[in-house]
């Protein structure tokens, strides 16, 4: 019995041993649509996966900040997988009210953009080893549209 063990033992870290983590970065944060009470922005999270097998994504935990201040947050369950030994893209919606961003104004009227960074948390399922959460963030600036961007 105690040679099944180990053999068992010898097995599950030989597969951990194999298993690589997948990467992944926030590529762009763009407007992607404007209405009467609100504008949408959207993240674009590329997530490499090395490995010979789709993982599955448990959860997407995301976070956008400006001015030291939160502007959107939360979670995106059950997204899909990430496909094997490919780059998978996956937009994060963020619904952002007008009166936030009237509230940061001042950074805005110096150069007409957001100073933004952006918090996510991709949890996957790895086989053997259970979830993972991969932390990724991003900073940058974020042109607002002009008045003849939108006409």
């Not at 010898?10 to 762009?28: G, M, Y």
């Not at 490995?51 to 502007?71: M, Q, T």
């Not at 963020?94 to 940061?104: A, E, G, Q, R």
Request: hydrophobic share 40%.
């Amino acid at each position: 019995m105690a040679q099944l063990v180990d053999k068992a033992k010898e097995f599950v870290a030989d597969k951990i041993a194999h298993v690589r983590k997948p990467e992944a970065s926030l590529t762009d944060v763009s407007i992607k649509h404007l209405n009467s009470d609100s504008a949408t922005f959207v993240g674009q999270l590329a997530v490499d996966n090395p490995n010979g097998h789709a993982i599955p994504i448990c959860e997407i935990s995301y976070s956008l900040k400006s001015a030291g201040r939160e502007i959107a947050s939360g979670t995106m369950p059950d997204p899909g997988s990430i496909a094997a030994r490919e780059t998978t893209k996956l937009d994060i919606p963020l619904k952002v009210p007008y009166d936030f961003l009237m509230s940061i104004m001042k950074d805005v009227g110096r150069d007409w953009d957001i100073d933004y960074e952006m918090r996510v948390g991709l949890t996957v399922d790895l086989p053997i080893v259970g979830n993972l959460m991969l932390p990724v963030s991003k900073k940058g600036e974020l042109k607002l549209p002009t008045l003849s961007d939108l006409f």
